[in-house]
Nanobody, 122 residues
Framework: QVQLVESGGGLVQAGGSLRLSCAAS????????MGWYRQAPGKQRELVAR???????YYLDSVKGRFTISRDNAKNTVYLQMNSLKLEDTAVYYC????????????????WGQGTQVTVSS
């Protein structure tokens, strides 16, 4: 079993910053994707930023230049530094990871964190 534990959400004024953290623990052989999605009320969940295998980084267009994803491989942890926050960044942010659990199996599993609320006020 694998757990993703998120932290760092909260309430911030527009223009402010927050840093989210997501730590993966449990049966982990390799992490092939890890990143952040978000879901605002009444909207579909969208991919915000993530690492893929080979260290390729994806960013949602609307967060480019404001958000930075980083990771600590030794800690199986990914971070999302969010600067210049806007009202439209308000959402529940979810950590996601695609994990290969065992060296003897190529099977990969999707895991999700519990979500952390980010609220940007005017």
């Amino acid at each position: 079993q694998v757990q993703l534990v998120e932290s760092g959400g909260g309430l911030v004024q527009a223009g402010g910053s927050l840093r989210l953290s997501c730590a993966a623990s449990g049966s982990i052989f390799s992490i092939n994707r890890m990143g952040w999605y978000r879901q605002a009320p009444g909207k579909q969940r969208e991919l915000v930023a993530r690492f893929t295998s080979g260290s390729t980084i994806y960013y949602l267009d609307s967060v480019k230049g404001r958000f930075t994803i980083s990771r600590d491989n030794a800690k199986n942890t990914v971070y999302l530094q969010m600067n210049s926050l806007k009202l439209e960044d308000t959402a529940v942010y979810y950590c996601h990871a695609l994990i290969r659990a065992y060296s003897y199996s190529d099977r990969e599993y999707d895991y999700w964190g519990q979500g952390t609320q980010v609220t940007v006020s005017s």
